[in-house]
C-alpha cells in the first residue's frame, strides 16, 4: 500500500513563504546598502588622489583679488588628467560647501545616461552629478543645469535639501565649480521647490530671454515654506547662472531646484 506524504499545514507553508521572501528583501537591501557604500568610497579616494595641495582652501572661499588687468587668478585644486583616465566623461567638478556635495561632474553623449549609470559604467543608484549636452562643458550657457539623485544618506544632491531651512540657506551662499582651466564661483540666489519639467525643453539655456523666463517660473513657487530667495541678489539679463535639480521624497511631480549666480571667474596660475 502505498502512504501519501503528509505535507505540512498550510499556515507553516505560508510562514515558510514569508520568511524566505524576508530574507531575499533583507539580501536586497544589503547588497544594495554595500553597493551604495562602495560607490560612495570610491569618490572619497577619488579626492584625495586627484585633489592638490590648493584643495585645502576649498572649505572657505576667498576671492582673490583682480590684477591690473582685470584678471583674475587662483590655484588648480584637481587633477583633471587623473579624472580623465578614470572615466572621461568627467569634465568638471562641483562643491557646496555646507553640505556633503563635492564631485565630479559628467556629460555623456546619450542624454540621461547618469541617472542610473554609475561612473564605472554599472546600472543603477547612486548614479553621478551630470548635465545633458544642450550645455556647454565651460559652462558658458546662461543656464547651466546639473542632476543628481536626492539620496537618503545624503550623498549626491541629498543634502541639497538642507536648504529647505531658511537659516541655513541664509548662512550658506556659495557654489564652487572647477573646470580643467578655471574656477567658477557662484552666489546662491534661490532654493526652490519646483515642478518636474525638463527644464531645458521649456527655458532656453542658450538664451538670455530663456533664463529670464525660467527665473520668472520660479517667482509662483516663491510662497512654499521650502522655497527662499536672498534679498540683495539680482539677475540680469547679463549673468550666467546654474540650476543644481534633484528630486523631492514621496512627490514624483515635484524637483528642488538651488540656482546660483555667477559671480567670479578665476584662471589657474
Not at 86 to 93: L, R, S
Not at 129 to 136: E, F, G, I, Q, S
Not at 238 to 264: A, F, M, P, Q, W
Amino acid at each position: 500500500m502505498e502512504l501519501r506524504k503528509k505535507m505540512p499545514p498550510k499556515n507553516t507553508m505560508i510562514a515558510i513563504i514569508c520568511c524566505v521572501v524576508a530574507a531575499c528583501c533583507f539580501v536586497y537591501v544589503l547588497a544594495d546598502y554595500v553597493r551604495k557604500a562602495r560607490e560612495e568610497q570610491i569618490y572619497e579616494e577619488m579626492r584625495n588622489t586627484v585633489a592638490t595641495e590648493a584643495s585645502e582652501e576649498t572649505e572657505a572661499v576667498v576671492l582673490p583679488e583682480a590684477t591690473e588687468t582685470g584678471t583674475i587668478f587662483c590655484d588648480s585644486v584637481y587633477d583633471f588628467e587623473q579624472l580623465c583616465e578614470q572615466n572621461p566623461d568627467i569634465y568638471a567638478w562641483i562643491s557646496v560647501p555646507g553640505t556633503q556635495v563635492d564631485y565630479p561632474v559628467f556629460q555623456s553623449e546619450t542624454d540621461n545616461y547618469y541617472l542610473d549609470h554609475n561612473m564605472d559604467g554599472s546600472v543603477g543608484y547612486p548614479g553621478t552629478v551630470y548635465t545633458n549636452k544642450c550645455n556647454a562643458k565651460d559652462f558658458s550657457n546662461y543656464n547651466t543645469v546639473l542632476y543628481g539623485h536626492n539620496m537618503g544618506n545624503g550623498t549626491m544632491f541629498g543634502s541639497l535639501h538642507s536648504f529647505e531651512d531658511e537659516t541655513f540657506f541664509d548662512a550658506n551662499d556659495s557654489i564652487v565649480v572647477y573646470t580643467k582651466d578655471k574656477r567658477l564661483t557662484y552666489q546662491i540666489y534661490a532654493a526652490v521647490k519646483f515642478s518636474d519639467e525638463y527644464i531645458p525643453a521649456y527655458y532656453n539655456v542658450n538664451t538670455a530671454e530663456g533664463m529670464m523666463t525660467f527665473l520668472e517660473a520660479l517667482e509662483t513657487c516663491m510662497d512654499e515654506p521650502e522655497s527662499h530667495q536672498r534679498s540683495g541678489v539680482m539677475v540680469t539679463e547679463e549673468d550666467h547662472i546654474i540650476t543644481l535639480s534633484t528630486c523631492v521624497k514621496n512627490e514624483r511631480s515635484r524637483r528642488y531646484l538651488i540656482i546660483g549666480k555667477l559671480i567670479e571667474e578665476a584662471c589657474y596660475n
